[in-house]
């Protein structure tokens, strides 16, 4: 029997796999736990928490070895939950249907778009790095602006030739973001 990969489902306005927003730091760290060790994986690291202070709460960042969860807390309550694409390498990240880091970005718009309008940080849609899908409180972002049609740019080309097969990992998202609606 073939070894299935683990499948870690984004709901919106409830949360991504075991990690819920509401949750408190403890509650969290242990639903962080729970989603590790489902995974099985024979890595001796500990947990890895770091934390940034903001004006409105804070953040913890989780890690294990390459997994990264970052939970936004909020009077102590898990306001914003995300993922990065490492964690898609060891899960399939499923957001209504789609897997959030296996679907070029372009195509992953497309589909959200049946179910929220979508904002984005750029003139052109498709050069865009942050995209804010409001209705059902999901944030996208990638690392760079990218997309086919900029191989058809000669000074783009001339900029960036040396990096351009680099580039094609930039049709994918880097990282999802779950926040309360």
Request: glycine fraction near 6%; include cysteine.
């Amino acid at each position: 029997m073939k070894n299935m990969m683990k499948i870690l489902p984004v709901i919106p306005g409830e949360g991504i796999g075991a990690l819920k927003l509401g949750m408190s730091p403890a509650q969290i760290r242990e639903a962080v736990s729970q989603e590790l060790s489902s995974l099985h994986i024979a890595d001796a690291s500990v947990l890895d928490i770091s934390t940034d202070r903001e004006a409105e709460g804070y953040t913890l960042r989780y890690q294990k070895g390459a997994l990264f969860f970052m939970v936004r807390y909020i009077h102590d309550r898990a306001a914003e939950i995300s993922v990065d694409r490492s964690t898609g390498d060891a899960m399939h990240v499923v957001l209504l249907g789609a897997d959030v880091f296996k679907t070029r970005f372009d195509d992953l718009l497309h589909h959200l778009k049946h179910f929220s309008q979508c904002c984005f940080d750029s003139e052109d849609e498709l050069l865009g790095t942050d995209y804010d899908f409001c209705d059902i409180g999901i944030r996208l972002w990638r690392e760079e602006p990218f997309h086919e049609k900029l191989l058809a740019d000669k000074a783009y080309m001339e900029t960036m030739h040396a990096v351009i097969e680099e580039m094609y990992r930039c049709l994918y998202f880097d990282m999802i973001t779950l926040r309360s609606l």
